[in-house]
């Protein structure tokens, strides 16, 4: 099936799914649920094909199929988690960073993850939006030359057509003083169809582009996908991996460990392991903080280094992002830091002496 194919087939009903899978009585609730709510039910042919039919814990399950938990509130739930709405700096440009900025691009998503942060606007019928509306955003990014850094995402951008996509990036690629463009998209996982020759010969036009990508489970990494990032990676696109961290998904230093070694032999570099937002309607899927912590230090000094993302927490409210990890000092004296080690043991390390410094 060819991409645009796919997204018309994406299957958005509870009846196309019982014919593709056995669903529980809460997942039938959850669809239904979700579909009033407003933020239903939609997947990908390609990304179903990876669900096991027969086992409701799957983790590609969990990730796209509402449950009947979704309707349960908790406590420091927000509908936008991140203050996005308070962020804008013009229409659909937010900006939280002196040196960069997040443009909303579409509204269009593959797949309707269930935890996603943006699920209060996702699919609300926005659509891509036509360069004419990114107007003012484009205006905004001109008129700030400390910004170098400009993140597309949305919605998905490479839910767009080519050309509009291309245009939109020449937009932002003819601004000077922006020095890297980044795409934030989950076609690797959920779309690999997506990234076609054309594609990565229109885009390569516009380097450097990062592209950031979302794989959760080994479970994704299918040889389509394998496909997508090495076309992506021998275009020139350097990809970087966001796993969020999901309750009963990937909350499991195993699943993760080998994740991350594949897609470091894909070459694609786990970036962030993110604390899942606490966006309304997902505290099902939450972990609590310390568990990435406890997977990191698991897997420090086991995983290469560059197979270990860093656990980031994205501040609610939308004060930034925070790295959290490890404590590895155990005690400080002055000049002197005791450390522990990845094999149990405890060093002084010193510092120099205060004249040569
Ligand atoms: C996450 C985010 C970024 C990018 O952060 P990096 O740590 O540079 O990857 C930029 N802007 C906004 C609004 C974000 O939420």
């Known amino acids: 099936m060819s991409w645009q194919q796919e997204l018309r087939c994406a299957i958005t009903t509870q009846a196309e799914l019982a014919a593709k899978l056995?669903?529980?009585?809460?997942?039938?609730?959850?669809?239904?649920?979700?579909?009033?709510?407003?933020?239903?039910?939609?997947?990908?042919?390609?990304?179903?094909?990876?669900?096991?039919?027969?086992?409701?814990?799957?983790?590609?399950?969990?990730?796209?199929?509402?449950?009947?938990?979704?309707?349960?509130?908790?406590?420091?739930?927000?509908?936008?988690?991140?203050?996005?709405?308070?962020?804008?700096?013009?229409?659909?440009?937010i900006q939280r960073y002196p040196d960069r900025a997040l443009l909303l691009v579409t509204d269009q998503c593959a797949v309707h993850c269930r935890f996603c942060t943006r699920s209060r606007t996702l699919g609300r019928g926005r659509g891509a939006a036509p360069l004419a509306l990114l107007g003012e955003a484009l205006r905004y990014l001109r008129g700030h030359p400390e910004i170098r850094d400009v993140i597309l995402s949305g919605g998905d951008p490479l839910c767009m057509s080519t050309s509009r996509l291309c245009a939109l990036v020449q937009a932002v690629r003819s601004i000077p003083h922006v020095e890297t463009i980044r795409l934030g998209t989950r076609a690797p996982v959920c779309l690999p169809s997506r990234i076609t020759a054309e594609l990565v010969r229109a885009l390569g036009r516009y380097h450097p582009i990062w592209v950031m990508t979302h794989f959760n489970h080994p479970r994704e990494l299918s040889a389509q996908a394998a496909r997508a990032c090495t076309r992506l990676v021998d275009g020139?696109?350097?990809?970087?991996?966001?796993?969020?961290?999901?309750?009963?998904?990937?909350?499991?230093?195993?699943?993760?460990?080998?994740?991350?070694?594949?897609?470091?032999?894909?070459?694609?570099?786990?970036?962030?392991?993110?604390?899942?937002?606490?966006?309304?309607?997902?505290?099902?899927?939450?972990?609590?903080?310390?568990?990435?912590?406890?997977?990191?230090?698991?897997?420090?000094?086991?995983?290469?280094?560059?197979?270990?993302?860093?656990?980031?927490?994205?501040?609610?409210?939308?004060?930034?992002?925070?790295?959290?990890?490890?404590?590895?000092?155990?005690g400080r004296a002055p000049g002197c830091t005791r450390l522990r080690t990845p094999l149990g043991s405890e060093v002084d390390y010193l510092d120099p002496p205060a004249r040569q410094r």
């Open 22 to 93: 056995e669903l529980t009585a809460e997942e039938r609730l959850g669809i239904e649920q979700a579909a009033r709510a407003g933020f239903g039910l939609s997947v990908t042919p390609y990304y179903l094909g990876l669900c096991d039919p027969h086992d409701p814990s799957c983790p590609i399950r969990r990730q796209i199929i509402p449950h009947a938990l979704e309707a349960r509130a908790a406590e420091g739930d927000l509908r936008d988690p991140l203050g996005e709405a308070a962020h804008e700096v013009a229409p659909r440009l």
């Open 236 to 330: 020139g696109f350097p990809v970087m991996n966001q796993t969020v961290l999901l309750r009963g998904v990937n909350d499991d230093p195993l699943v993760l460990a080998e994740l991350w070694r594949t897609l470091v032999r894909w070459r694609v570099r786990p970036y962030y392991l993110m604390q899942m937002d606490p966006v309304a309607g997902s505290a099902h899927l939450r972990t609590p903080l310390e568990r990435g912590i406890e997977i990191l230090e698991q897997l420090q000094g086991k995983l290469s280094g560059i197979a270990l993302p860093k656990l980031v927490v994205d501040t609610p409210g939308g004060q930034g992002k925070v790295p959290l990890g490890p404590n590895y000092i155990v």
